[in-house]
């Protein structure tokens, strides 16, 4: 079966530290791999995207690499904030028609301790 | 609007009441989506409208649900005989029709109807 695959356990770190999230899929071949942020109460917001024949991805503090070997997506956030904290979701997009549906994980949870 | 609207924003309905859930996307934007999402899960798609057309209603669990955007803006989803099952946060997104060569998909989302079934 397909599955999207997200640390269902929060992740606690400290202020300053470096937050590495992982998302792993089995089963897809994605265009694209998305990460979108949702805090309590609201949708979900976009954060970055990544191509399948792109390996890294920047933004300020935020990077997110894409191994489709390894059918995996790792999400850092560099130099953590208190306001870092909220939930992280990974998405997929399987093809390159727009306005394909998103296939999202469950999510993980970031709590970045002051 | 800057961004999706949604309402209401909380409805609680009893078991067997029809509901109807608003969605206004952002100005111009031609692709509308519908979600489902349940307490401490990912967003799981419902259904996809480009434009009035609906394109895609795959994620549609029952033929309790309905949805429409019969001018191509605002979207309506509707869930008849509401069961206690159907309690979850519905999420609306929308995105725009990229010109250049390579479609991103980029979905903007509302802050969504929390759906309680009693």
């Known amino acids: 079966s397909q599955k999207i695959e997200q640390n269902s356990e929060a992740l606690n770190i400290q202020e300053g530290k470096t937050a590495t999230l992982t998302c792993n899929y089995t089963?897809?071949?994605?265009?694209?791999l998305q990460w979108y942020r949702q805090d309590p109460g609201r949708g979900p917001v976009f954060l970055l995207l990544?191509?399948?024949?792109?390996k890294e991805k920047r933004k300020e503090r935020l990077k997110v690499t894409f191994d489709t070997t390894l059918k995996q997506s790792l999400f850092h956030i560099t130099a953590s904030q208190p306001a870092d904290s909220a939930t992280y979701l990974c998405?997929?997009?399987?093809?390159?028609?727009?306005?394909?549906?998103?296939?999202f994980g469950g999510g993980t949870r970031l709590m970045v301790k002051p | 609007g800057a961004g999706v609207s949604q309402s209401p924003r909380y409805k609680v309905a009893k078991r067997g009441q029809d509901v109807a859930l608003r969605c206004d996307p952002i100005?111009?934007?031609?692709?509308l989506f519908w979600y489902q999402q349940a307490l401490g899960q990912g967003p799981e798609f419902l259904t996809y409208?480009?434009?009035?057309?609906?394109?895609?209603k795959s994620g549609l669990p029952s033929d309790r649900f309905f949805a429409e955007r019969p001018e191509g803006s605002v979207s309506t989803l509707k869930i008849q005989r509401t069961q206690q099952e159907d309690s979850a946060v519905y999420l609306c997104?929308?995105?725009?029709?990229?010109?250049?060569?390579?479609?991103?998909?980029?979905?903007?989302f509302g802050a969504g109807t929390r759906l309680s079934v009693l």
């Open positions: 089963n897809y071949s994605p265009a694209y």
């Open positions: 997104a929308s995105s725009r029709l990229e010109i250049d060569s390579r479609p991103k998909n980029i979905q903007y």
């Open positions: 990544i191509r399948e024949n792109e």
């Open positions: 100005s111009g934007h031609v692709s």
């Open positions: 409208f480009q434009n009035e057309a609906q394109l895609d």
């Open positions: 998405a997929l997009d399987m093809t390159n028609n727009a306005g394909n549906m998103l296939t």
